[in-house]
Structures are given as structure tokens and as C-alpha cells.
């Protein structure tokens, strides 16, 4: 369990402190969008260039909501072990 929230990090931490910008195509855009997200201004930005539909945004919302949860779930599990 400890792997997987470590894991986890890791791929926030590289998308959130590293230099690229992850807002240059869609599918950059996308990944960001789950598992950093985004502001609600950026989101109609990219949805603009990117020509998301409402829906996709809503879905790209939720999809980062889950991942922080499970993010959440297993920080709290690993404290709990401690």
C-alpha cells in the first residue's frame, strides 16, 4: 500500500513542479486535468482550443475528484498502519 501512494505522488509531483507545459496538446491536457486539475478559467480555455464539450469537462472534473480520493483513502491508510 505504502508503493502505491508513493507512486501516486510521484506522477502528481512530475506533472505538478516540472517544467513542461502540460496544456501545449489535448492529451497532456487531459492527464493533467485528472490528476492535478485545473482552474475553472484554464477549463474553458482548454476547452476552447481543445474543443471539449461540456461533458468532457464535467468527466475530467470528476475523474480528478476520484483520484484524489484514492490519493486521500490511502494517505489515510498508511497513517492509520503508522
Known amino acids: ?21 502540460w496544456a501545449k496538446n489535448k492529451h497532456d491536457a487531459w492527464l493533467y486535468g485528472i490528476i492535478a486539475g485545473w482552474d475553472d ?5 482548454l476547452s476552447l482550443e481543445f474543443k471539449w464539450t461540456k461533458e ?5 472534473k470528476r475523474l ?9 483513502y490511502y494517505t489515510y491508510k ?5
Open 1 to 21: 500500500m505504502n508503493d502505491l501512494k508513493e507512486a501516486l505522488d510521484s506522477i502528481h509531483s512530475v506533472l505538478v513542479f516540472g517544467a513542461r507545459d
Open 41 to 45: 478559467e484554464l477549463y474553458e480555455e
Open 56 to 60: 468532457d469537462t464535467v468527466r475530467n
Open 64 to 72: 480528478n475528484k476520484a483520484y484524489e480520493e484514492i490519493l486521500g
Open 78 to 82: 498508511i497513517l492509520l498502519m503508522k
